[in-house]
């Protein structure tokens, strides 16, 4: 990141206690050591010029460089930078005269680093200390005036105006104190004899000496110096350098040596005796370092750790026998080895993707540290095969993980991610992280039937909700966006919803009938089921369901002709001049099933003459069997089954009168031939019967008259005779039954004449508009529903539709 920062204003904007100076991009503040929690360093969102709102939505937050300690929190709300633990600036920089901590401010979305640097500025906090309560001088007598001696100075871990300023030496009559600065930069303090001692007029002295620093409070610290008075003199010892410097590898063992000071005393014997000692060492070097007291030498005591110090300067005292002492600096640097592993730190995680999030979304955001120095901390990061995400490097040290491709939660919804980041050292440290991460479910996926489609058999006359078969669709959703339900799409079948025909349960998909089927009314429907789930919006399918209904032999054979029962007699003539082998007469039976059930056979079972005709099994053709003879009686009555080929078969019968004559004349001995035992009045009955016909036949000419009247309107009259079965009389199924022994559609039946029975009968046919042939309905009509009829032709006015009737007359 380039640094933005400007040149700094030469003055600040004075809060309270901080001092802040706001750069575009970087942030800096300064704070005073130990102040307590919550103290207000400086205003966040303001500095940044960001919304208030957004500091919480960005999940703005700071951590401290290399480290994991809080030293400082943001205040989401008010965005104030406030103090989150206590800052001790010694703690944390020891003599450094800058101590500044610096911070990486960190917001989300989309993920943005700003760095924050902190000038934690020195309080007086800290009073002077002398190393040793009491310091021991041994002095000749014989010390000439402006003889120096040399003593250590007193520390201050603050720095700056507050560390030691002054030294102030209690009033007496022999010293004066003198402070003086070393070619290092290091200052020490000397007692300069300004008046000669004499040992015989006082042998020691003690004198207090105040150190003071300039701080406010002033601290001060104090130490006695003992001052006694002997009778020879020596000099002082002579460190080889003023001051030494070291290398040291970190991690060194205990006991490694570090460096040997050597200092060399011009006098001999006790005099000359050289010993070291430390005189001024922090607290951090003294668990780390000793000195030998004879040799000089100084060897590793502790954890040796460059990330904890990098550097320290100790001072080094030779005293010789008599006190008599010198100072050397020494500076040892601490080397770098490559003994941390880099850190990876999860800064922000989402902890569920929706899956249709699209590809380059970051979804988290993660920090890699390495407390080493240099290529020992170069860092490389990297996730491992096979996941749709990857590591985009960010800002520093920062890295987004981001997907790659297209999640489908259906697919995998789970993922482990290892992360693994190595550095650069030799050898390199490497470490590793796993994050889960989950794919939340969105309803992407509608209902899938297993099936291209549906369909079911069901016998006719079944049950009333009995069930038919089931649909199932599977959905790979999640809880509610994966709950299917099932339903009925709406639709007709024969002009009736859906919904009266079947049912649907909802949770299984399993489908009943509501009512019973009937196969003469329809063979097969089909409905549409819907699948849908329970998602916001929801998806949905549908498949289609075809029913099939099959037959069952529930119809039994319907005779149309001859008339089956009833009191009207219809009568067949035939010539005596009739061959064998002429057609007679035929019986035409229909039935309403299909297939076996339909399929019809004719046996005569009972006749007046069991040789004289046979009727075709299939076809209902009625035969004369051979010529006929003048014995042959003159009516013939014939008994004929009619059975359809179901399991179990129905049947039905019917009757056939025939009538042997060859001359109308011969008809008034007719007389009734299902009842003999009436002959004796056949007379009587026939000349009823002319006086009818004739009567009949005059009202027939004037309803002749009133027909074609009406013909315009399409009314037809069969009048030549012939059997006529009108079309329209049947089902339109059965036409295509053919040669199965039921009538063709186009039968015309016209071998022989109906005749001149006495009894004439009017056949009315209603034609039928709708599909079905009622079982109840015949051909017949009482004269009463004649005249309704025929005052519906003259008046109707729906006549295109319904007025057509079909006079059939036998004479
Ligand atoms: C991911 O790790 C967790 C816990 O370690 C484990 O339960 C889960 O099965 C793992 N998932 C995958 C997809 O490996
Ligand atoms: C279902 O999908 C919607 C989006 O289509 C999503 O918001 C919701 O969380 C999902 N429900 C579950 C239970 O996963
Ligand atoms: C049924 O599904 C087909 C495609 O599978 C679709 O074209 C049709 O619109 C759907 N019908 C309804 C009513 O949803």
Known sequence: MVNRRCVPQSYGFVFLFVVVHYARGDLSYSVQEELKHGSVIGNIAKDLGLELGKLSARKARVDLDGSDRQYVGINLRSGDLFVAERIDREEHCGERPACILKFDLLLENPLELHRLSLQVQDVNDNAPIFPKDIIKLEIRESADKGARYRINAAQDADIGQNSVQSYTLQQNAHFVFSSQTTKAGSKYCELVLDKELDREEQQEMRLLLTAVDGGSPQRSGTVVIHVIVLDANDNAPVFTEAVYSA??????????????????????????????????????????????????????????????????????????????????????????????????????????IPENVSPGTEVGIINVQDRDSENNRQVRCSIQQ?????????????????????????????????????????????????????????????????????????????????TLCSVTARDPDWRQNGTVIYSLLPGEVNGAPVSSYLSVNGDTGVIHAVRSFDYEQFRSFKVHVMARDNGSPPLSSNVTVSVFISDVNDNSPQVLYPAPEGNSFMTE?????????????????????????????????????????????????????????????????????????????????????????????????????????????????????????????????????????CRRRKPR???????????????????????????????????????????????????????????????????????????????????????????????
């Open 247 to 352: 290398r040291l590898p970190e991690n060194s063992p205990l006991k490694t040596p570090v460096i040997t000071v050597s200092a060399s005393d011009a006098d001999e014997g006790v005099n000359g005796e050289v010993t070291y000692e430390f005189s001024r060492l922090s607290d951090k070097s003294q668990k780390l370092f000793s000195l030998d007291q004879k040799t000089g030498e100084i060897i590793v005591t502790g954890d040796v750790d460059y990330e904890e110090g990098s550097k320290y300067e100790v001072i080094v005292e030779a005293k010789d026998g008599y006190g008599l002492s010198s100072e050397a600096k020494v500076i040892i640097d601490i080397t770098d080895v490559n003994d941390n592993a880099p850190v990876i730190y999860v800064k922000s995680l989402s902890n569920s």
């Open 573 to 709: 003539l035939i010539p005596k001049s009739a061959h064998g082998g002429s057609l007679v007469s035929k019986v035409i039976a229909v039935d309403a099933d299909s297939g076996q059930n339909a399929w019809l056979s004719y046996h005569i079972v009972k006749s007046t003459d069991p040789g004289l005709f046979t009727i075709g099994v299939h076809s209902g053709e009625i035969r004369t069997q051979r010529d006929i003879s003048e014995s042959d009686s003159m009516k013939q009555n014939l008994i004929v089954s009619v059975k359809d080929n179901g399991q179990p078969s129905l049947s039905a019968t019917c009757s056939m009168y025939l009538l042997i004559s060859d001359n109308l004349a011969e008809v008034p001995e007719l007389k009734d031939i299902s009842y003999d035992e009436k002959n004796s009045k056949l007379t009587s009955y026939l000349i009823i019967a002319l006086v009818s016909v004739s009567t009949f036949f005059l009202t027939f000419i004037i309803i002749i008259l009133g027909v074609r009247f």
């Open 386 to 466: 096979g996941v749709p995400f990857k590591l985009v490097p960010s800002i520093k040290n920062y890295y987004s993980l981001v997907t790659t491709g297209q999640l489908d939660r259906e697919l995998v919804s789970d993922y482990n991610i290892t992360i693994t980041a190595t550095d650069e050292g030799s050898p390199p440290l490497s470490s590793s992280k796993t994050v889960q991460l989950s794919v939340a479910d969105i309803n992407d996926n509608p209902p899938v039937f297993e099936e291209q489609s549906y369909s079911t058999y069901v016998t006719e006359n079944n049950k009333p909700g009995s």
């Open 717 to 811: 009259l069969l009048f030549d005779g012939a059997v006529a079965i009108p079309s329209a009389y049947l089902p339109p199924n059965y036409a295509d039954v053919d040669g199965t022994g039921t009538l063709r559609s186009a039968y015309n039946y016209d071998a022989y004449l109906t005749t001149g029975s006495r009894t004439s009968d009017f056949k009315f046919v209603t034609s039928y508009n709708d599909n079905t042939l009622p079982a109840d309905q015949t051909l017949r009509k009482s004269p009463s529903d004649f005249a309704d009829v025929f005052g519906d032709c003259d008046a109707s006015p729906e006549v295109g539709t319904t007025s057509c009737y079909f006079i059939l007359c036998s004479f």
